[in-house]
């Protein structure tokens, strides 16, 4: 099984980047994948969800308005369109993947999880 995202880089505030997350060894369309995001000295917070097996979206406050989650089935691949960043925005990325819609959405801990992927906004 493997997850793995990329995208992340540094860009100035109100900049855009697009992360992707894709995935092997599972099962994707019957998953949902969630990115999360961790910035240093604070605690890990959900950033978006797709379920994979209707469609799905949830966002969170961070990312509304500003951040769009979509997927690619052919690709396996899922990806974060995140605009108009800010600082505060500023963490590391992973996606994670699990069977159950509400293990993403309430953040109780997901099965599978990438290796992370660093965003940095400067202002």
């Known amino acids: 099984v493997q997850l793995q995202a990329s995208g992340g880089g540094l860009v100035q505030a109100g900049g855009s980047l697009r992360l992707s997350c894709t995935a092997s060894?599972?099962?994707?369309?019957?998953?949902?994948i969630g990115w999360f995001r961790q910035a240093p000295g604070k605690e890990r917070e959900v950033v978006s969800c797709i379920n994979n097996s209707d469609g799905s979206k949830w966002y969170g406050l961070p990312a509304e308005g500003r951040f769009t989650i979509s997927r690619d089935p052919a690709k396996n691949t899922v990806y974060l369109q995140m605009n108009n960043l800010r600082p505060e925005d500023t963490a590391v990325y992973y996606c994670?993947?699990?069977?159950?819609?509400?293990?993403?959405?309430?953040?109780?801990?997901?099965?599978?999880w990438g290796q992370g992927t660093q965003v940095t906004v400067s202002s």
């Open positions: 994670a993947a699990d069977l159950y819609w509400g293990q993403c959405v309430r953040d109780y801990g997901m099965r599978y």
């Open positions: 060894g599972f099962n994707f369309h019957s998953y949902a």
